[in-house]
């Protein structure tokens, strides 16, 4: 699917150029050369420039592109990426759409999320982020950066809907994975994540995530349940310990 063809308009009395709004020709004409990294500095420049100052959601679609490469020197690239920036979010609620389909096939969501955190509440930008992880498994996939990013951004929010969403990744296959979602479940503050919290401690090959959770269960003072204790007393790391009351304890150094 071409550039045009994701912005074509309602009319329908014709075809071709005619059922392509004036906005999307606009943007059309500088998207090549603002998304390219073989482009010329300057002409790249000025492409994202008048790009910028179009405040539509073609503009912002085309801006994005910005965001899938480096450029030599890093502070030209840091400069046009601000450039761009600042003109996706000149689009207002029009960006939107454009950031999910970006988002949608991004190597790297830092600079989606940074910009839809700047366009939502934050009781909606949870609810992106969640839905974005959820088109994300627990198995193997060669390049899991995006989910990796999600889970991690996730635990700098408490809400309620983030627990439930974020569990099935305490058994990801990728430690890293696995280390976020301890991370973001114990954000959460919820007890009622102990019983999956104590599962993925079990069967914890990796032993940052074991020590992790160690962690996050001493910080709280959650209680391990009784009929759970000698099994998890099993697979401790050295110097932790369970009470009497079931608390899981560090000894001094």
């Known amino acids: 699917m071409g550039f045009f063809d994701l912005f074509k308009g309602s009319n329908k009395g014709g075809g071709g150029d005619k059922n392509v ?5 606009d943007a059309a004409k500088w998207a090549d050369v603002a998304g390219s990294k073989r482009s010329q500095n300057f002409d790249r420049q000025e492409a994202l420039a008048n790009l910028a100052e179009m405040k539509t959601p073609e503009a912002a679609a085309a801006l994005l592109r910005r965001f899938t490469f480096h450029i030599d020197p890093s502070i030209t690239d840091q400069e046009e990426k601000d450039v761009a920036f600042h003109g996706v979010l000149a689009a207002g609620e029009g ?8 988002a949608a096939k991004a190597e790297s ?4 999320m940074k910009l839809l955190k700047e366009l939502v509440a934050e009781e909606d930008y949870v609810e992106e982020l969640i839905a974005w992880l959820s088109k ?3 198995e193997y996939a060669k390049f899991i950066d995006p989910k990796t990013q999600l889970l991690a951004a996730l635990e700098e929010h408490v809400d309620p809907r983030i627990r439930a969403a974020v569990e099935p990744f305490l058994e990801d296959v990728n430690e890293t994975a696995r280390y976020h979602a301890v991370g973001t479940t114990f954000a959460q503050g919820d007890a009622e ?3 999956a919290l104590l599962r993925a401690l079990l069967e914890e090959e990796s032993f940052r995530v074991r020590n992790k959770i160690v962690d996050g269960f001493a910080a709280r003072d959650w209680v391990v349940p009784d009929d759970q204790r000698d099994s998890i007393r099993k697979i401790l790391p050295p110097g932790v310990s369970i009470d009497g ?4 304890k560090r000894r001094p150094e």
Do not use: N, Q, V
């Open 21 to 25: 709004s004036a906005g999307a020709k």
């Open 136 to 138: 994300w498994d627990t």
């Open 193 to 195: 994540a102990i019983p």
């Open 95 to 102: 960006a939107i759409e454009p950031i999910r389909a970006f």
């Open 245 to 248: 009351e079931g608390r899981l």
């Open 109 to 112: 969501l830092a600079w989606p």
